[in-house]
């Protein structure tokens, strides 16, 4: 069993930005992490995955260049760097963990099993 808490949300003005971090606890072999967020009234969608064993990174085309995810194996911490905010960026944001190596879609929620309860990131403009 896999346990993730986020943490680093907040308020911020559009233009800011704000890294987000996620500490996983509990054992159990991670192959792909994500940070995911849904707006009220919209379907949960992917901001950005890692394939923790090589790396690689996905980013959906609409945040790439924005978003930057990165991981810290020594802390156990998953982190999502924000830049360039915008109202448009509010939402509920959440990470996310699976065990599975093969037949994963980076960003697709349908993909991940554990799930942290979430930090919320206003942007105000």
């Known amino acids: 069993q896999v346990q993730l808490v986020e943490s680093g949300g907040g308020s911020v003005q559009a233009g800011g930005s704000l890294r987000l971090s996620c500490t996983a606890s509990g054992y159990s072999s991670r192959n792909f992490m994500g940070w995911f967020r849904q707006a009220p009234g919209k379907e949960r969608e992917g901001v950005a995955a890692i394939y923790l064993g090589r790396g690689h990174t996905y980013y959906p085309d609409s945040l790439k260049g924005r978003f930057t995810i990165s991981q810290d194996n020594a802390k156990n911490t998953l982190y999502l760097q924000m830049n360039n905010l915008k109202p448009e960026d509010t939402a509920m944001y959440y990470c996310?963990?699976?065990?599975?190596?093969?037949?994963?879609?980076?960003?697709?929620?349908?993909?991940?099993?554990?799930w942290g309860q979430g930090t919320q990131v206003t942007v105000s403009s």
């Open positions: 996310a963990a699976t065990n599975r190596a093969s037949w994963v879609v980076p960003l697709s929620p349908s993909s991940y099993t554990y």
